[in-house]
């Protein structure tokens, strides 16, 4: 009865999962990579114009890297470890009669941090998107573990038949995406605040096509996510299960995209069209498999341990990374949109990593949250929360 009376809390950061930090933090380097890469430096429309910068033999090689073994992977793995995120909160709240009241508190608070994000920090947000299916993912977890694994599988069956059967009307034609593009060129590197302001929010209705296109995808990592977590393999992972897990995923879906770049699958064909979608998702349940797997031993702790205070800071880290590279590539700052390479842009967000890495082990080294994570645990809760490690 005692436990019922006690009011709900935040996880304790003695308590979190360390390897669960790592991945989030290795995840967020990649998610890094490609937006600096493909959305920052340049328009992210360009892909679908088949237009380039021209590239030396370096930035070719390097895209070529990214676009095979980190474009879309990052981000599936973050929407694998949201799924596990919420999971866990919904099982610490389960005694909690506020449980549901309180999630949906969390998940509307994000969809407002996502919401400013997007409209006056940068139109590339995920955080929206996750806020909406995070909403329709929470009433699966009063369901049976099973009902998580066949929703999960009929999200990520529905995302891969619509990019085999794409719906009609969901894309622009080329000439609006090549017009958008000409606009960035033109506001993006010289405008001002209000100028950058107003383009990106002109560029939203193209956007929100792109996160239509993934959206079941993301639902169906997130309850693929809460069912991992349900089945108890990232609490007391047995290493040998993660890493056959990790060795047949990594294949599969390398041998995938491999053969799709390579032009081996038919690409008039149906199946031949799924084999990049597909693979994505197998090299990221690989990556992640292998990450928490090396994370686990007490050899890959120390290998890998510098990326959980990042990862336990992610929320902060990933809008202070959007604050950064606006600056750096936008005209109210140094306006080097449409001017770098792909390894010149990559090369600067790597230095903002590794400065995310120090000040995140400098930051929790003295509080036990990020600022923003005490904040949206803060507005989650209704009452503020303890912030210095000796509270």
Aim: proline share 5%; glycine share 10%.
């Amino acid at each position: 009865m005692a436990d019922d009376l006690t009011p709900p809390s935040p996880t304790n950061p003695a308590e979190r999962i360390d390897a669960i930090d790592v991945l989030r933090g290795i995840a967020l380097f990649g998610v890094m990579a490609i937006n600096i890469t493909t959305i920052f430096r340049v328009s992210i429309f360009e892909r679908f114009l088949l237009r380039k910068m021209p590239a030396s033999p370096l930035d070719h090689a390097v895209e070529t890297v990214l676009n095979l073994a980190i474009d879309l992977k990052a981000l599936a793995l973050f929407s694998l470890l949201f799924g596990v995120g919420i999971a866990i909160q919904f099982e610490r709240l389960s005694k909690s009669p506020r449980r549901t009241s309180l999630l949906v508190r969390r998940l509307v608070v994000l969809l407002a941090f996502g919401l400013i994000h997007l409209c006056l920090i940068w139109n590339g947000d995920i955080l929206t998107e996750y806020a909406l299916a995070g909403l329709i993912v929470l009433p699966f977890l009063f369901g049976p573990r099973w009902l998580l694994a066949v929703a999960a599988l009929a999200s990520l069956g529905l995302y891969l038949a619509m990019q085999a059967f794409p719906p009609p009307g969901l894309w622009l034609g080329t000439a609006a995406l090549a017009q958008d593009v000409a606009e960035a060129y033109r506001v993006y590197p010289t405008g001002g605040f209000l100028d950058v302001l107003a383009f990106r929010l002109r560029e939203i209705p193209l956007l929100a096509a792109l996160h239509a296109s993934i959206f079941s995808r993301t639902i169906g990592l997130f309850l693929l996510g809460a069912f991992a977590w349900r089945t108890g393999i990232l609490r007391n992972p047995p290493h040998h299960l993660l890493f056959a897990i990790a060795a047949v995923c990594i294949s599969l879906g390398a041998a995938l995209i491999l053969s799709h770049a390579g032009g081996f699958t038919t690409g008039s064909g149906r199946i031949g069209i799924l084999a990049k979608p597909l693979g994505t998702i197998l090299l990221a349940l690989g990556y992640g498999a292998a990450i928490i797997g090396i994370a686990g031993l007490n050899s890959g702790r120390r290998l890998l341990g510098w990326a959980g205070p990042l990862g336990r800071m992610a929320f902060t880290n990933y809008l202070a990374q959007s604050v950064i590279f606006g600056w750096i590539f936008y005209g109210y700052g140094l306006g080097l949109f449409g001017r770098l390479g792909v390894t010149s842009a990559l090369a600067i967000g790597v230095a903002v990593y590794i400065a995310q890495v120090l000040f995140s082990a400098w930051w929790l080294g003295r509080y036990r949250y990020g600022p923003i994570e005490w904040l949206w645990r803060t507005l989650m809760y209704g009452e503020a929360q303890p912030m210095r490690q000796t509270a």
